[in-house]
């Protein structure tokens, strides 16, 4: 969500990162986040296809997805794959370097789920 992603680079400081992800790198609204954060010196990391795309010069860290958009539908399925596979494995990496906290996190929303569904149940 674009309005969402605005209202938060209101919070944002240079002791986060901001993940923006556009197959093309030009997509404006992506573009316009990522510039966002570079003026309030947050490090952007994106994921994108075309490594000299406007999102990529806006990037501290670049990573890049090998996808053919040539085919409708079958090529917007592949690179949103590919796009996500590199999510997945920036997750995996951040739970692998803080066990303890991930492990807490996974514990605490089993609760918040296991308590949603008892509250819903009653109903």
Do not use: W
Request: aromatic letters at 6%; one cysteine or more.
């Amino acid at each position: 969500d674009s309005e969402l992603s605005r209202m938060l680079c209101g919070l944002i400081s240079s002791e986060d990162v901001v993940l923006a992800i556009s197959f093309s790198g030009e997509t404006s609204s992506v573009c316009e986040i990522a510039s966002m954060a570079k003026e309030r010196g947050t490090p952007v990391i994106s994921i994108s296809n075309f490594p000299n795309s406007r999102l990529a010069s806006l990037s501290d860290i670049k990573l890049l997805t090998a996808s053919d958009e040539s085919v409708f539908r079958l090529g917007a399925m592949t690179s949103r794959l590919a796009q996500f596979l590199i999510v997945d494995f920036l997750i995996i990496y951040m739970a692998l370097h803080n066990m303890d906290r991930s492990e807490e996190n996974v514990l605490r929303t089993h609760r918040m789920i296991d308590k949603s569904k008892k509250t819903s149940e009653k109903f």
